[in-house]
């Protein structure tokens, strides 16, 4: 090769090299851009969701405490505290992890945003099949526990605890679908986002 065409090459190739890193850094800064507003709702939303279960655990413990005359209903509050403070420890537990900022790598912003989040609300969902059912039983054994009913008594009428069978089978099913459906609509487009976002990030290596 000549030299004239060695140094058309050379310069060639430093003009597509310099193009692609211009153009990198562009489209880098504008996934920065645009991850930033899902990302502060899905930290928003992860918030409220905090001070929610510490509401419930509040009010189960509440609960607890004005039934001290009723050891069978503290027992059953007591079941309430427990998944919702569980709740929120967990939740707590990724929200002191999501505290990263955009000085950081934005890849690793979003994957951890992303992951966290999608487990945060995988765990709920497999946790909730069997609390959801579970409340209803709860809620129909406290009204007995409070009229003085032992366990044995509340659940010795045959019609009323197909009754409740049939109640807790159509209140789980409708709660699930509400709960996935709530979740999509306060996580689901965000988490979209960076999904793409993620991707983009992921085509540029």
């Known amino acids: ?7 058309a090459w050379d310069q060639l190739q430093n003009e597509l090299t310099t193009s692609f890193t211009t153009n990198r850094k562009e489209i880098m800064a504008a996934i920065t851009h645009e991850s930033r507003n899902p990302i502060s709702k899905l930290k928003q939303a992860t918030q409220t969701r905090l001070n929610w279960s510490l509401f419930f655990s509040v009010f189960c413990f509440s ?8 050891p069978r209903a503290i027992l059953l509050w007591g079941i309430g505290f427990a998944y919702n403070f569980g709740g929120w420890l967990m939740i707590h537990h990724h929200l002191k992890h999501l505290e990263q900022d955009f000085d950081d790598s934005i890849k690793s912003v979003i994957e951890n945003y992303y992951n966290r989040i999608t487990s945060m609300l995988s765990t709920e969902e497999r946790i909730g099949s069997f609390i959801i059912p579970l409340s209803v039983v709860i809620g129909f054994t406290l009204s007995g526990v409070y009229d ?15 009754m409740l069978m049939a109640i807790t089978i159509l209140f789980s099913a409708f709660s699930f679908w509400y709960v996935k459906k ?24």
């Open 1 to 7: 090769m000549s030299n004239d065409l060695q140094q």
């Open 182 to 205: 709530m979740n999509y609509k306060t996580y689901g487009k965000y988490l979209d986002k960076l999904k793409t976002n993620l991707d983009l990030l992921n085509t540029l290596k």
């Open 63 to 70: 609960g607890a405490v004005l039934s001290y005359n009723y």
């Open 148 to 162: 003085g009913e032992t366990f044995a008594q509340i659940f010795e009428d045959g019609r009323k605890v197909a």
